[in-house]
């Protein structure tokens, strides 16, 4: 049938981790200068900055700052003031380092992140003398109860402060970003918190973290003589299962989907920058991110500078593992960059990445954050629930993107996003209209049978172009393959749905081409259809599990269609059918038409639903793991 369809290659390389020597000069470097380093002036009781033990007291002073202009040259830098909490330097301290960044010419981005508790006219009156461009970034996880962990050394919340801090924002016409980290305070309430977060007319952009710190056992050691009041109630949420401001990153996903949910259907969007979202969306679309966590610019762009002259890589790595070489050794770039290759946490976190080459997700998910994934490495000795929450988090994404009127969808566990490339149809417009215009004109097709069983215009084995029909097309029936045609014939006559594309599945036997699989491809003619075949298919899915042969396991595919005329990309869904793992080809061609029956009659019984069936029936755990 009409599109060319292949599997994509399995190269990696520059996809998820490039070296820094690898970018031209053209490429920027972020470096996060930790003013006072852990020193702050509240004591939230999951920060992870205090638990690097880093020696408080000293500060970044203007010759830190313009030894990352010898070190780096012409290369651009994003640079971000960090803590601690950056506002402890003092009014003078800060407008000597503001100036000195705006002098240097290759400085294109300061941003400053604050707990809020100090900031006042006095400070936007400062900014806006010695930095005018200042990105201000507010650290407030939701609402007041989302709040819980951030509080004082004597143990009070500080979310009035932050509260008190984004109005003056407003009134001055300043503008931020929030950082809210996810714990079980905002767990089931993401409407909640985002609208909460959206109704400060200074939010501009929203960045969710995870509190992925199931690993912290110990809660932090005094500071002095006496214990405070928030060390006492840190060391209450502390224990050996971890702390209680931990989330696992299955929780964090569906978060963040039904965050992202919200964040549409509320139109927060037309304002709001919200990550990890946009990003996800931004690569789903074939588009760049700057989010390091989704793109290849990754731990070898990113650099921490400590008040006690040691310079580093990101300072979500854990230390002193991350430290490179000291500042004042760095004398240029080629020093940072043999000090990176010779870091052995870096090694490890390159090393990482060869997981991703046989991952479907790599071209979205970038290889995710090597810290976390370090890290869960470490304690348990594997990141696949790491790595299966970025799928889970890029499965949702997806039917957003496709469906956004419709967000049921996005927490749908059969649907997975998968690419296929190429995945072209010559006017996918006009295939849609013609579709349901019997007046249309309809051309004869080349229609050529390969020995293998392949129709196609060349009549030659694997994937080649073919005439695009619909049922009202004379040789509608010619041109679907044998096993294929039962299963095409109900989801066109009964379903009422479009398919763009199917096969039979070959062996391709003696001819040296990898097999194909059976595959039915459909065309959703709006957004709400969309939702509708995938929950449909959810459900059929869901009542043919546990009745397919043991080497056939049925596949939801969530995926785009291009338009060689417009270039745009149509959002479909593929049904397939795969071996599963371990099955040889031979099994699975044995058994594929067993499943084709088993599938096509229960495609038959299936009715239009308006929900999948996820929350009824979970797939079964051989196949999600795949």
Not at 194 to 223: E, G, M, N, Q, Y
Not at 413 to 420: D, E, I, S
Not at 471 to 478: A, G, K, S, T, V
Not at 517 to 540: I, S
Request: glycine share 8%; charged share 20%.
């Amino acid at each position: 049938m009409p599109s060319t369809l292949t599997t994509p290659t399995t190269t990696v390389g520059a996809e998820v981790w490039r070296p820094l020597e690898d970018t031209d000069q053209a490429a920027a470097v972020s470096v996060v200068l930790k003013l006072r380093g852990e020193t702050c002036d509240v004591d939230c009781l999951y920060c992870f900055e205090k638990r690097k033990f880093v020696p408080g007291g000293a500060q970044i002073t203007v010759k830190h700052i313009r030894r990352l202009g010898q070190i780096f040259g012409e290369r651009p830098l994003a640079i971000e003031l960090h803590g601690g909490e950056p506002l402890t330097v003092g009014k003078d301290a800060m407008a000597a380092l503001l100036d000195e960044l705006a002098a240097q010419p290759t400085v294109h981005r300061v941003h400053l992140q604050t707990n809020g508790v100090r900031l006042d006219g006095e400070w936007l009156d400062l900014f806006d003398a010695h930095y005018p461009g200042l990105h201000i970034g507010i650290s407030m996880d939701g609402d007041e109860q989302g709040n819980s962990w951030r509080v004082g050394y004597d143990g009070t919340k500080i979310y009035p402060h932050i509260v008190d801090a984004l109005h003056l924002l407003a009134e001055r016409g300043r503008t931020c970003g929030i950082v809210t980290v996810v714990t079980p305070a905002v767990l089931g309430r993401a409407a909640e918190v985002i609208d909460h977060i959206a109704s400060f007319d200074a939010v501009r952009a929203v960045h969710l973290l995870p509190a992925f710190d199931s690993t912290v056992t110990k809660p932090l050691a005094a500071t002095g003589r006496r214990t405070s009041a928030s060390r006492r109630l840190q060391a209450r949420a502390v224990g050996t299962a971890g702390a209680a401001w931990a989330i696992t990153p299955a929780q964090y996903a569906e978060f963040v989907i039904e965050a992202a949910a919200r964040w549409i259907g509320a139109g927060h969007f037309r304002r709001i920058k919200l990550d990890p979202a946009v990003a996800t969306i931004r690569r789903l679309r074939g588009l760049d991110t700057a989010h390091c966590h989704f793109a290849a610019h990754k731990c070898s762009h990113v650099f921490t500078a400590y008040p006690d002259g040691r310079f580093g890589s990101c300072d979500e790595l854990p230390w002193p593992q991350a430290h490179l070489l000291p500042l004042a050794a760095a004398r240029s770039e080629p020093d940072v960059t043999e000090a990176q290759h010779t870091n052995p946490l870096l090694s490890a976190g390159r090393e990482m990445m060869t997981k991703c080459v046989s991952c479907p997700y790599r071209a979205v998910c970038g290889g995710g954050c090597t810290a976390t994934r370090w890290r869960m490495m470490k304690a348990t000795g594997s990141d696949d629930a790491y790595c299966e929450h970025r799928g889970r988090l890029i499965d949702g994404m997806a039917h957003l993107l496709a469906a956004p009127d419709h967000p049921a969808g996005a927490l749908c566990l059969r649907a997975h996003w998968r690419p296929v490339a190429p995945n072209v149809m010559h006017d996918v417009d006009a295939f849609l209209a013609r579709w349901d215009d019997p007046a249309a004109p309809r051309f004869p097709a080349r229609l050529r049978a390969s020995d293998h069983g392949n129709i196609n215009a060349a009549g030659l084995p694997r994937d080649h172009a073919a005439d695009d029909l619909d049922p009202l097309h004379p040789q509608w029936r010619e041109g679907i393959e044998e096993r294929v045609w039962l299963l095409v014939d109900t989801i066109t006559r009964s379903w009422k749905a479009i398919t763009y594309d199917s096969c039979q599945g070959h062996a391709h036997t003696g001819t040296g081409l990898a097999p194909s699989t059976f595959r039915v491809g459909l065309l959703p003619r709006t957004r709400a259809e969309y939702a509708a075949l995938a929950a449909q298919l959810c459900h059929t899915l869901a009542a043919a599990d546990g009745f397919l042969p043991a080497a056939v396991a049925a596949d939801l595919v969530r995926t785009e269609l291009t338009s060689a005329r417009t270039g745009r990309r149509h959002q479909v869904l593929n049904l397939a059918l795969t071996p599963t793992p371990g099955s040889t080809w031979a099994d699975y061609f044995t058994s594929l038409d067993q499943a084709v029956r088993t599938l096509t009659h229960v495609a038959r019984h299936t009715p239009a639903v308006t929900g999948c069936a996820c929350a009824l029936r979970p797939p079964h755990p051989t196949r999600e793991a795949r």
